[in-house]
């Protein structure tokens, strides 16, 4: 071992890696006590090294290395030929077997001088101990071996020969709990930093403070409960680092598993994938809030919604669609539940009789995700709990869905919410702190985190929203609330030119202005069918479902006013 | 009937609609002749409808209508009762059965006064025979609603009562052959205009001219083996005729297909899927042709591709991830290839042993979604085929897969292809006439239109294409071909941030710059595995492998320089 590459002192608390605390990167300005902390630690484990390694030449002098083939920091000349495995397969069959696979390194622990456990990772949180062991007469693994798997960077990514074993009790640190590595060859692919911008045991906590501001004196990490944190802003610098946290896989995997439920459920209802551009020739809803951009000799917008080309797709014929793509907001809302690009859910449909049969094939796929979710994903979303602990989400019994109307929904806040609502009218639209007492008040009465509030006023709504037929006050359109929150805006649109004209006019716009004109021309030009839809925020639904503290946990690459990275 | 409808003089040629040639929108300068045209065959038909109506008013002098609750341009005021159906669905079960439905009047005609033969159609090409035939004693339907029943615009959306009925012999010119309705009632729920932008006899055959230019004096009504089409624009101009013909749901299934196969394949082998964000902090790949936006105080710039974030993913412990969504191109290229955005198809995947994995696995998604359109997808083709003729798309004998080196490729056009390439070198890339004459040797010495050429010349690869550790002068990374044509281009990345700095710098770029910095503090963050992937066009796909004459006719809305409506 070159006396160069200094071992580590370890933390035997397999549970907090080397540097796991204060090694955590700090926000730039109040980071300076961390920063001397971690200094004076890595010193500390310098030195400690340097006795060691000063000890071993002392003990074995110039002793040739028998087993230096066996590792080393680049790949083998000669290539292992055991087969490969991945952690997750591991079963019975490969017991005293030799294998070959590629992991991190995700911790390292010394016993003796003889002898490390190293914790392999793959992919989330397939993790395994491994062992490397001296053998008496140091052919296979030497001394020298054992101490220089101990310097290896955490989070290096390594390719190992090793023998699966049963360990003589369950592992509990890791999720290969049933099976351990006894490794025979170890080689670095691709080394890791000595020191993680956020370590695997502070990214895989909580996230600390969720804000982006960079507060004079206030440090990143946090001591939450005795264990350390990293805010927010840590975890998205630090993008390797956070997606490698077992809670972020667990979170993707649910968001993938939405994304999924909602697309297969459509299909098999006859709905047909499309893909609105996001590149447009005007700002088509009013014109707020909308990213503008140079587009050779003229301008383009950003679409805030797929709306105007799902209900192009009715109008050309196609009975059923729906789409998955981001949609853009250029929203100064520096909050949780903002984004200024998400993926959104989309989908428009043909209506033969009612709006009705829209709404409720929105609950329906609303109801195969939540039930899919509790019924597939429970593994991922009690680890999620462990790190974001959350409430089970209530659903409705079947055939007994909570279906409010707006003014019904108002009057239950007149009579039974807090005394700042005694008053609230049937005509104006909701604020977020009426949602969430409504919200409350529907969870006490009907043991449901959610249910849909039908016909909102039409003030509350948009031009293309169809007013009631039997009441011009309200619309033939709906919100979907979970936890107390939107989660889902939809209803029946006008389908008919000189109806669309008049809704539009009384929205204070000119049908012929440029960006509308081109949307009611689509009208003029052929017969289109009564039709509605809904459209979803992909991160939203997981967030809420999950109670997670922000979206920014679920999208994989957050966009707000104040981040364009990574 | 009201004597301000006028009824319509249909041509007794069923494929082609009333006004279906001349009628159809001409180009705004070029059309003179075309518009003159269209008036005098509308005034024309006038003329016949009234000379018909006051023959009818004489006949029966004022008649009362016995059938007039059974029709109208509005919904009726009692529900119809009889079951809905789709023309789909139609079987022998429903034969001399009363449904209803919601359909567009594709076509009608009289049959002397008392009989009116009325196409109705559902989603794509789903067409049925209508048959409204006035009884002898008026009730049911009257003469009047037979006529009004023609005085209905084309492309209409109606609601139809009607009866199931075997006709007499296959109705050859709807796809629902084996039946036809006996009308009972019909109402317009949404008009169609008089006059449509296009008509569906023309959106149905092929585009004309594709370009997007105004030719002075040019008409955009070309004769085409005398039938007349209409060009590119007007097709697009007209979203909603454009989507209901026929070709275009066909197109449109296709397209749907290539992407579920791409995805269900990936899935299979354990792909996860993930987001891109659209929005990004610096333009990454070099800086040309990229869009601009102002971004609250900052600047931001719309992803070329998902390159750097497939690569973060890898980083972040995720062994093979997937993603679809729009890339966005600031490219002034006016040609049936291009697009300013575009749906991309990525993947990107860690490696074990070597690069090939990644060429393999990308070959097999090719080959399933060829195969699986081969065996699903021949309706579909087959009336493409019939409008687009093309010659079937040959692939590979499973095992006999065709990959030449980029240095075997031009060793082959230097020795058999045309005398203009008898001096390509193999350091430089292929044009585009290069690609396409090697596929045609290709195509007749290996009888395969898809095909792998490996092994690109570094200078014709970006940064982050890992060169050939054995042959510094290409690099790990391949194109795929389809039809001589690139369709893919994909390769290993470099994954050690030394090597990735060498080759940044390299290209003449610096490590440290904006946009780029941050790529590369990714590997250097943490220990990153060896990795590899490719992307793929959606659109490109399709149009290539149907041999369409432009990529705009396989997205849902095709955006280049000119285009950004509707």
């Known amino acids: 071992m070159s006396s160069s590459e200094p071992a580590k002192e370890v933390p035997t608390d397999p549970a907090i890696a080397p540097g796991g605390g204060e090694d955590a990167a700090p926000s730039k300005k109040g980071a300076k006590k961390a920063e001397a902390k971690a200094k004076k630690e890595a010193e500390k484990a310098r030195k ?107 989070e290096s990514f390594v390719l190992v020969e090793a023998t699966v074993k049963k360990p003589l009790e369950p592992v509990k640190s890791c999720k290969v709990s049933e099976y351990e590595l006894h490794l025979s060859k170890i080689y670095v692919i691709a080394p890791a930093p000595e020191k993680l911008g956020i370590t695997f045991a502070v990214a895989s906590r909580a996230v600390g403070r969720l804000d982006e501001e960079e507060v004079e004196g206030v440090e990143d990490l946090a001591i939450t409960e005795g264990a350390p944190t990293a805010s927010l802003a840590t975890h998205l610098n630090n993008p390797a680092m956070h997606g490698r946290a077992p809670v972020s896989h667990a979170i993707d995997e649910v968001r993938i598993a939405v994304e999924d439920l909602f697309c297969d459920y459509l299909k098999a209802q006859g709905f047909k994938r499309f893909h609105p551009p996001s590149l447009i020739g005007a700002a088509s809803e009013g014109g707020a809030n909308v990213f503008k951009l140079a587009y050779f000799e003229k301008e383009a917008y950003l679409a805030q919604s797929p709306q105007f080309y799902k209900q192009y797709q009715i109008a050309a014929g196609k009975k059923r669609v729906f789409c998955v793509g981001p949609v853009f907001r250029a929203e100064n809302s520096n909050t949780p539940r903002h984004m200024t690009e998400f993926i959104g859910l989309d989908m428009e449909m043909e ?216």
């Not at 495995?85 to 911790?107: F, M, P, S, T």
């Not at 509308?516 to 639904?541: A, C, N, Q, T, W």
């Open 48 to 154: 400690a090294a340097e006795r060691e390694a000063a000890a071993a030449a002392q003990s074995s002098a110039a002793a040739e290395d028998l087993a230096k083939e066996n590792y080393g920091s680049s790949l083998p000349s000669t290539k292992i030929s055991a087969p490969y495995i991945h952690l997750r397969d591991i079963a019975e069959e490969h017991v005293d077997k030799v294998v070959q696979l590629q992991a991190w390194v995700q911790n390292s622990r010394a016993q003796g001088g003889k002898m490390m456990f190293v914790e392999l990772r793959e992919e989330g949180n397939w993790a395994v101990q491994g062992v490397v062991a001296a053998t008496a007469d140091g052919k296979g693994v030497s001394k020298q071996m054992v101490k220089w798997v101990g310097g290896v960077s955490l």
């Open 351 to 566: 209506i033969q009789e009612h709006y009705h049969e829209v709404m409720h094939m929105l609950e329906g796929v609303l109801l195969h995700i939540f039930r899919g979710l509790a019924k597939d994903y429970r593994n991922e979303i009690e680890l999620i709990r462990s790190v974001y602990p959350s409430e089970e989400f209530l659903l409705p019994e079947p055939g007994k869905e909570v279906r409010l109307t707006f003014a019904e929904g108002q009057a239950l806040l007149r009579a039974e919410g807090p005394p700042e609502f005694a008053s609230v009218t049937d005509d104006e639209d909701m604020s977020t702190p009426q949602e969430k007492a409504l919200g409350a008040l529907v969870r006490k009465k009907y043991n449901t985190d959610f249910y849909v509030l039908d016909k909102f006023p039409v003030d509350a709504r948009p031009f293309y929203a169809l007013p009631d037929p039997e009441n011009a006050k309200v619309t033939n359109a709906y919100d979907f609330m979970m936890r107390g929150q939107e989660i889902l805006s939809g209803g029946q649109r006008v389908h008919l030119p000189h109806e669309l004209e008049a809704t539009i006019r009384s929205k204070g716009l000119d049908p012929n202005q440029p960006g509308i004109k081109e949307y009611v021309d689509v009208f003029r030009s052929v017969g289109v069918p009564p039709h509605g839809g809904g459209g979803i925020g992909l991160d939203r639904v997981v967030a809420w479902y999950l109670n997670l503290p922000t979206v920014h946990l679920v999208a994989d690459y957050p966009r707000t006013p104040k981040r364009l990275f990574p």
